[in-house]
């Protein structure tokens, strides 16, 4: 059974920087790509970042280019979001997702994704 477990999240000020992770079990984590997504108040879930099985492709928001990056370390089934530059408007759960097919993309429709981790709070002040 696949379980992605997010932690990190926490109260920060504009202009901050945060790394949020997301810790892997169940299968076979480098064959598989990663993402994360995120949920504000009142907001549909949306796309933030992914990167392919083997962390030679990544994408962002444009929300969020050049302030996020997104990384992975397979030997210890992790993935991570480090955030810089947080502005106000960053303030969401921030949820981990993985697909069900290794080897294959990551999805940036929500409503697709196959797997998700329960979320991570963070809350940027001004």
């Known amino acids: 059974q696949v379980q992605l477990v997010e932690s990190g999240g926490r109260l920060v000020q504009a202009g901050d920087s945060l790394r949020l992770s997301c810790a892997a079990s169940g299968r076979t984590f480098s064959t598989y790509a990663m993402g994360w997504f995120r949920q504000a108040p009142g907001r549909e879930r949306e796309f933030v970042a992914k990167?392919?099985?083997?962390?030679?492709?990544?994408n962002y928001a444009d929300s969020v280019k050049a302030r996020f990056t997104i990384s992975r370390d397979n030997a210890n089934r992790t993935v991570y979001l480090q955030m810089n530059s947080l502005k106000p408007e960053d303030t969401a759960v921030y949820y981990c997702a993985t697909p069900r097919s290794s080897f294959s993309a990551l999805t940036e429709v929500p409503g697709s994704v196959a797997y998700w981790g329960q979320g991570t709070q963070v809350t940027v002040s001004s």
């Open positions: 990167i392919s099985w083997n962390g030679g492709f990544t």
